[in-house]
């Protein structure tokens, strides 16, 4: 993801969802758009190996740009895609062993 001419590579696993519940205050779930908007910013700044982003500024971009949310929904789309895969997979390799 670009934003503001910089490169984020956005991570997804439990440290995205303990920053979300640290920024919100919350137990992890995603039930408004604002919810959205944290965990895609949690998201970002969860991966220690991206340029340093806050809020306010991921805020203005994304205001000017919604794209970018378009790009945050397929991420999460493959990763959850992947996440299914490997669950799918680790399933057969158990019943396999049984």
Request: glycine residues 4%; aromatic residues 14%; negative net charge.
């Amino acid at each position: 993801m670009e934003i503001n001419g910089k490169n984020y590579n956005l991570k997804y696993g439990l440290r995205p969802m303990f920053v979300f519940e640290q920024m919100t205050g919350k137990a992890f779930e995603i039930n408004t758009l604002l919810d959205t908007y944290i965990f895609c910013f949690a998201c970002i700044i969860s991966n220690k190996d991206n340029p340093q982003l806050d809020f306010s500024e991921f805020i203005d971009y994304a205001d000017q740009h919604p794209e970018i949310m378009q790009e945050f929904s397929e991420f999460m789309t493959s990763q959850t895609q992947l996440r299914d895969q490997e669950d799918k997979k680790k399933v057969k390799e158990e019943n396999s062993n049984q």
